[in-house]
Nanobody, 127 residues
Framework: QLQLVESGGGLVPPGGSLRLSCAAS????????IGWFRQAPGKEREGISC??????PILYADSVKGRFTISRDSGGAYLQMEDLKPEDTAVYHC??????????????????????WGQGTQVTVSS
């Protein structure tokens, strides 16, 4: 049974940093890509990053490119977030879909519809 558990969210001022973690179990992670998406109140899900099973390629949404860094290891995935902005406020989820191991542009567009995701972790950027 695949289980994803996100952690690391919190309240930070604009310009601050956070590191989110995604602990994954119940699946051979080396066979799948891992994505992150976020959802702000009243807004649709936004795919923000995808890392392939081998660690490359990595894709980012334009909204976070240059500020966020995704990484992974045998236990899950991480999202290092720098220079946070109020518009980054959202619940952040990691996600996996066993159909996908490689982060193409097409797969990245499907991160928001990946079959499995965790409960999420709240990130609030406010002064």
């Amino acid at each position: 049974q695949l289980q994803l558990v996100e952690s690391g969210g919190g309240l930070v001022p604009p310009g601050g940093s956070l590191r989110l973690s995604c602990a994954a179990s119940g699946l051979a992670l080396e066979t799948v890509a891992i994505g992150w998406f976020r959802q702000a109140p009243g807004k649709e899900r936004e795919g923000i990053s995808c890392i392939s099973n081998s660690g490359r390629p990595i894709l980012y949404a334009d909204s976070v490119k240059g500020r966020f860094t995704i990484s992974r290891d045998s236990g899950g995935a991480y999202l290092q977030m720098e220079d946070l902005k109020p518009e980054d406020t959202a619940v952040y989820h990691c996600a996996i879909d066993e159909r996908w191991y490689y982060c193409s542009d097409y797969v990245f567009s499907k991160v928001v519809d990946f079959a499995s995701w965790g409960q999420g972790t709240q990130v609030t950027v406010s002064s």
